[in-house]
């Protein structure tokens, strides 16, 4: 038990310093460099707030013990899309392999954390 819960803090403290704290850095510190990431690809600038402001819901979402179990597999499935997209975005614009390969990454940190949230939850029923 104490070695599922070490894995899924593990990957979700590392999908919310990428997917929430960065991204909140940014909007709030550098807020030119919000759309950074999305207008060389093609996306409106106020697709980059929205995006930033739903992976900040999400991670808020998934990290907060109290969330209802709903709330926190749409909160996964949302990430889960974002990165999906985002991987096949990077490879029809730019091509680049470091840009399509970084969301792969994430996405199985976050499914190393959603498959370890199951496991510390089946074991305390």
């Keep these: 038990m104490k070695k599922n819960k070490l894995i899924f803090w593990i990957a979700t403290s590392i999908i ?38 739903c992976k900040i819901l999400g991670v808020i979402a998934i990290t907060v013990q109290s969330t209802p179990d709903k709330i926190k597999e749409w909160a996964y499935a949302g990430l889960t899309f974002n990165l999906i997209f985002a991987t096949i975005s990077h490879a029809v614009v730019d091509g680049n392999i470091e840009y399509i390969i970084m969301p792969i990454v994430v996405l199985l ?13 089946s074991q305390m029923v």
């Design 16 to 53: 919310l310093l990428w997917e929430g704290l960065m991204p909140l850095g940014t909007l709030l510190f550098a807020p030119e460099f919000a759309t950074a990431g999305t207008k060389p690809l093609g996306y409106p600038d106020y697709f980059a707030y929205v995006l930033i402001i």
């Design 109 to 121: 940190i976050l499914a190393v954390s959603y498959v370890y949230k199951n496991k510390i939850k």
